[in-house]
């Protein structure tokens, strides 16, 4: 083990791997620290008598424009996005369906046939969706926020479009959908559940113009060929090229200040404990881990600290399971035959407040709904399932739906809530029943915590979104730059912005910060981002 760097960054999740491969890139001698025996943090695939379970992150947002993507030549280092042309398929009582897909016009089309008039709601709900993504939300992901005042002086600025998403910014989630006025609550239902089901809570306000991302980017969800951990292997090997360090299996134990200036962190890894040294420490850690954790108390302000220590966490969780199955995939007798090639089946919301009871229960503690959604990643992807075996047909089946922290995760209580999910989705797919289990893993809230320390209380996103959490306020406006007060000290993970779900911002944005303090060369900014800047959306290059 070498003990002297110019760069450290701690964690190789999406963040930590995008940081140092930006920092090595640049010339930098980086180390990345991993306690996990494998890099990758969320992007975790795991190969079980040849079935391929993904066990975290599976739907990418972001895909292909993931600037990593772009810069390091993803593609030719084997990273394949499959975007299936059925993207979601909501599943309702009486036999009655929503399908959305990839192409707009499928899904007008579909939610003009289950209620009359909507298919124009939906249309313009889309094109705005679509023009704030492209305008502003998306490109703001890459660059460092601005304080809440200037970036709505800049919107309102910038016109129309940039007025509507300030105002958008403001609401709830349930108020942004019901701004369009959908006739039907099957449809308001539909879109406020692919809104808040990666743990944005309903009813929270200050959150609004997340909607459009997760929306319209839900839309266009992608898989990555052979498994999520496919992206986190071609980072790696894109760090390593770079004559970048990766140290797995190696744990924190203190990051290292002296003279109010971080020089590095003490480790413990297979070969004993060492001091690694560095100009330069980025930590994509969550704050009670990186100010509480690994530093003394009289190295951290009692800003510092108390902010950590009053850290807000989801009230919710996830709860999933990956099964391996002999037999056909699901299919929804019924239903119309494009639900049975949905990238998602959801199950179990008639109305908005179907979603949003659900939320308000799971976070009391209750896990009695009945509700969530399931996916055949094999559908789509033939890597997933074994191509050895003589008999078949085999396939990889995912469930996903909300769940508390707060319960029994033994591993009986774990099963039984699972077996449950499982009868209810075959009350949609009765073909299930005939399949046989050949593996089947699932991950509880606990589950999460305890594979990914990061997501503390399984909170998915390293903290919650609301907004005092958000943007120039993640984890705190001293910090919001991806600098701390401590020099030497870089913020990189899913608690500064923009936030988790593999958009590699964070690690992204904090790599070109470090770059500029150290007069290291920058690739350019992706398009999106200058154009946005061009639109008057987002600050020019040289007052960032």
Request: proline share 7%.
């Amino acid at each position: 083990m070498n003990t002297s760097y110019d760069a450290i960054v701690l964690g190789a999740g999406p963040n930590g791997l995008a940081a140092a491969a930006y920092l090595s890139a640049a010339g930098q001698r980086v180390a990345v620290i991993e306690q996990d025996v494998e890099t990758g943090g969320g992007l975790a695939t795991q190969e079980l008598s040849g079935y391929r379970l993904n066990h975290h992150a599976t739907y990418m947002l972001m895909a292909e424009l993931l600037p990593p993507y772009r810069d390091f030549g993803l593609r030719e280092r084997g990273v394949d996005f499959i975007r299936p042309k059925v993207q979601t398929a909501f599943l309702f009582e009486r036999q009655q369906s929503l399908l959305l897909y990839s192409d707009p016009a499928g899904s007008e089309a579909s939610v003009e046939a289950l209620s009359p008039g909507d298919g124009a709601r939906f249309r313009r709900m889309y094109d705005e969706f679509e023009q704030m993504c492209e305008a502003f939300l998306l490109p703001a992901s890459y660059v460092p926020p601005l304080p809440p005042l200037d970036q709505t002086i800049a919107l309102d600025q910038a016109g129309e479009l940039g007025r509507r998403i300030s105002e958008i910014s403001e609401m709830s989630p349930r108020e942004v959908i019901a701004s369009y006025e959908f006739r039907d609550p099957r449809i308001e239902a539909a879109f406020l559940y692919l809104a808040t089901m990666f743990g944005l809570e309903a009813s929270e306000g200050g959150i609004g113009f997340l909607v459009p991302i997760y929306v319209s980017r839900m839309m266009k969800a992608a898989l990555v060929r052979g498994g999520s951990h496919q992206l986190a292997s071609a980072l790696r090997r894109t760090i390593e090229e770079h004559a970048g360090e990766i140290l797995t299996s190696t744990a924190l134990q203190e990051i290292l200040v002296r003279e109010e200036r971080a020089i590095g962190v003490r480790v413990l890894s297979r070969d004993g404990a060492a001091e690694l040294h560095a100009n330069t420490v980025v930590s994509t850690l969550n704050p009670q881990q990186t100010f509480l954790d690994l530093m003394p108390r009289d190295r951290v302000t009692a800003l510092l600290s108390d902010t950590a220590a009053a850290w807000e966490w989801e009230p919710t969780s996830l709860f999933l399971f990956n099964q391996g199955i002999v037999g056909d995939p699901p299919i929804y007798e019924c239903y119309p035959d494009d639900a049975s090639r949905a990238l998602m089946a959801v199950m179990g919301y008639e109305t908005p407040n179907d979603v949003i009871e659900h939320q308000e229960a799971v976070a009391a503690g209750d896990r009695s709904h009945l509700a969530g959604h399931g996916s055949v990643p094999s559908l789509f992807d033939p890597l997933m399932v074994p191509d050895h075996v003589p008999f078949g047909p085999h396939h990889v089946l995912r469930w996903e739906c909300c769940a508390p922290y707060e319960a029994d995760w033994s591993i009986e209580a774990s099963r039984e809530f699972a077996e449950q999910r499982y009868d209810f989705w075959c009350r949609y797919a009765p073909n299930l029943k005939q399949a046989q289990s050949r593996v089947r893993i699932t991950w509880t809230p606990r589950d999460i915590e305890t594979h990914l320390p990061t997501m503390r209380r399984g909170s998915i996103k390293h903290g919650a979104y609301t907004s005092l959490q958000m943007g120039y306020n993640r984890p705190l406006p001293e910090c919001s730059g991806y600098r701390t007060p401590i020099a030497g000290l870089y913020l990189a993970g899913s608690s500064v912005h923009p936030g988790g779900m593999v958009t590699m911002g964070a690690g992204y944005n904090a790599a070109r910060v470090v770059a500029r303090d150290i007069g290291a060369e920058l690739l350019p900014e992706p398009e999106m981002v200058r154009q946005a800047r061009e639109r008057g959306y987002l600050e020019s290059e040289e007052q960032a």
